[in-house]
């Protein structure tokens, strides 16, 4: 599959400060830097996705902006909401929350960012390096086995809390209740075998791979809070768009190369 390589010229946010927890076996390779997980290859993987509070450090130092455009989820559909962003997607966010409303220009920027902080060689993985590390054993369709009743306990999807917000929504919400309506603390969830935390739910997550080899279109997977398809939160579950598509439902995790 195609890999996307593109640069952006940057942008204006407000400062804030936090640290996701560094679990046993993880690293930093600086304090603002994203908690990272070596893989049996010698590479690394975000342990979470990226929070707020991170892709804010990175905003401070480099002028991104925070409120352009982006889709804002509805009772009926995604609505393409003026004067929103990252900073303000439509509803609450914790710091410690995936950071959403980010096109794939901006989140390798991020990438790139942290390369030239680190000396280290940060990017977006792939959809097959993501959709590995989601479920490492290659076989069943969920990290925790087969069965997708679990959802609620194991993931944020588009559930009983999500209704109570959205009651409109026409589509068929799952009847469990993993008690957030729109995006939860990256750590709210147990990890995978891996120890990585949200590799499905709570946020799709930008990948590095063009969408059948229109690069100007690239994957995302693992589906997010407003999801209630099962066939999305699968281990080969996918969508695509366009790279410049800002969405409230949308985040990223990032990939470090051995050293």
Not at 1 to 21: D, H, R
Not at 137 to 164: L, T, V
Not at 222 to 241: C, I, N, S
Request: net charge negative; glycine share 8%.
């Amino acid at each position: 599959m195609q890999k996307l390589s593109m640069t952006l010229a940057l942008f204006v946010a407000t400062p804030v400060s936090s640290e996701t927890p560094l679990p046993d076996g993880a690293f930093r390779d600086c304090p603002d830097c994203p908690a990272m997980i070596e893989m049996s290859d010698g590479s690394a993987m975000g342990v979470y996705p990226v929070t707020v509070d991170e892709f804010a450090t990175f905003a401070n130092e480099t002028g991104v902006e925070g409120q352009t455009e982006c889709f804002i989820r509805t009772d009926q559909n995604w609505k393409r909401t003026p004067d929103t962003g990252w900073i303000s997607p439509g509803f609450a966010q914790g710091g410690d929350h995936p950071v959403v409303c980010v096109n794939w220009l901006e989140v390798t920027a991020y990438a790139d960012w942290l390369s030239e902080k680190t000396t280290q060689s940060y990017r977006l993985p792939t959809f097959e390096e993501a959709s590995a590390a989601a479920v490492p054993d290659g076989i069943d369709d969920f990290w925790w086995g087969g069965d997708f009743d679990q959802i609620c306990e194991r993931a944020n999807a588009a559930d009983a809390s999500y209704r109570q917000v959205y009651p409109d929504d026409p589509r068929p919400i799952l009847d469990c209740s993993d008690g957030f309506p729109q995006t939860s603390p990256v750590t709210a969830f147990a990890p995978n075998p891996l120890g990585l935390h949200d590799v499905v739910g709570n946020v799709w997550e930008w990948t590095n791979s063009c969408l059948k080899g229109d690069c100007s279109n690239a994957i995302f997977r693992g589906a997010a809070w407003a999801t209630p398809f099962p066939e999305h939160f699968k281990r080969e579950g996918q969508w695509a768009d366009r790279i410049l598509l800002r969405n409230s439902g949308i985040g990223f995790r990032v990939m470090r190369d051995p050293a």
